[in-house]
């Protein structure tokens, strides 16, 4: 595939807003693409506009190593910040800005042409290499969770995820090779109360008192869980958002808090839920309490050890594109890995991609080169580990 191409590529994608939504024209784009070069896909829906895709080439016999990545960005912001428009891929110098092409329309447009052209160069794979391209990554990771409900990790033995893994330094990206991640959860406690005149509050129940007095308890149960892990870190708590109140002359009725939680083996998601909502319990034993906790997003950490057959083919594809051996390293965002690790415990999973740390940034932008070495990187792997 002509240099041209590949950049027409990358262009296409950033153009089609996927903003936590409308992944269905990124699937069938590249669907489209697939089909030109052959390469067997599957666009697999899962809701209105909403849409995953699995391809693969290779053959039936040997291990599978699987390419994957997502196809949603996340809001743009403000639009003032931006310089360019987020939406249209602009091209200055050796750069591309645009929402989503380091996060991660990059590192799919990546994976999908070192497929293509392993394909049309009749390469010969011991093995089968997986492409799969997901919705939602970015809120919930239900497209992960969805392939992972259908059975379509079940037979893969490494993975690599695009995400991007470069820091912008001297104008050049360095980037690690990521072996572990923490995991997430994101809880809603709501706290229902009663209404009444604020010239007689003694009528009422404040729902939000309730949830000050319940929230001072929580902060309390994560100051105490210190808990370390010698690769991640301890666990992050940060209780973003709380809301209550409807009018200034009104006992509030109703109050909630959101949180994230960044977590840790040694403080495991739903150890967090069952401890939280035994405190809850204890509060709610008072007839003036009525407060609820509601999961909306659990991932768990992941982690892959370094010992082992796909790091050392990544390492040797590292030094023959990038001219380096990678320095490896854990992050404390999350990643699809969440869903596709807690699927298949002993999948190895690793997260490798161009792109930098202009993610979730006005004028988010990638290196041109950078790209083009991926799409290079990408083959050598998977030729290096179906061999």
């Not at 829906?45 to 039936?60: L, P, Y």
């Not at 497209?143 to 995400?163: N, R, T």
């Not at 010992?307 to 699809?336: F, N």
């Not at 890995?337 to 006005?362: C, M």
Request: glycine residues 6%; charged residues 25%.
């Amino acid at each position: 595939m002509q240099e041209a191409e590949k950049l027409s590529i990358l262009k296409d994608l950033i153009a089609i807003n996927t903003v936590n939504d409308n992944e269905e024209q990124i699937a069938n784009y590249l669907s489209d693409l697939f089909d030109k070069h052959h390469v067997k896909n599957e666009v697999i829906d899962q809701f209105e506009k909403r849409s995953n895709i699995v391809a693969e080439i290779g053959h039936d016999s040997g291990k599978v190593l699987a390419f994957a990545g997502h196809e949603d960005t996340v809001h743009e912001n403000n639009r003032s910040e931006w310089t360019k428009d987020p939406f249209e891929a602009t091209v200055i110098s050796d750069k591309m800005y645009g929402r989503g092409v380091t996060d991660m329309k990059a590192g799919l447009a990546a994976m999908a042409i070192a497929i293509i052209e392993l394909q049309e160069a009749k390469v010969k794979l011991n093995g089968r290499l997986k492409f799969m391209a997901t919705i939602s990554e970015e809120l919930t990771q239900g497209g992960a969770h969805y392939l992972c409900q259908h059975g379509l990790v079940d037979d893969v033995d490494s993975m690599i995820i695009g995400e991007p893994t470069g820091i912008q330094k001297a104008g050049e990206n360095q980037h690690k090779l990521i072996y572990a991640h923490k995991g997430a959860l994101i809880y809603t406690v709501k706290s229902v109360g009663k209404a009444a005149h604020s010239s007689t509050p003694e009528l009422g129940i404040d729902a939000i008192d309730n949830l000050i007095n319940y929230r001072s308890a929580e902060k309390k149960y994560f100051a105490e869980k210190m808990q370390s892990d010698d690769d991640l870190g301890t666990t992050i708590y940060t209780p973003d958002i709380f809301q209550g109140g409807k009018q200034v002359n009104s006992i509030p009725d109703f109050a909630f808090e959101q949180v994230m939680v960044r977590t840790i083996p040694q403080l495991p998601n739903q150890q967090i839920v069952d401890d939280l909502n035994a405190i809850i319990a204890k509060f709610n034993q008072d007839s003036n309490y009525q407060l609820s906790l509601e999961v909306n997003f659990s991932g768990n950490p992941v982690s892959s050890p370094l010992d082992t057959e796909v790091v050392d083919v990544i390492q040797t594809a590292s030094i023959d594109q990038l001219g380096t051996q990678l320095e490896t390293g854990v992050l404390s965002m999350g990643t699809d890995a969440s869903q596709y690790q807690t699927e298949k415990p002993d999948l190895n999973v690793f997260i490798l991609g161009p792109g930098n740390d202009t993610a979730h940034r006005a004028d988010e932008n990638i290196d041109l080169k950078s790209y083009y070495q991926f799409i290079d990187l990408y083959k050598e792997v998977a030729k290096g580990y179906l061999k």
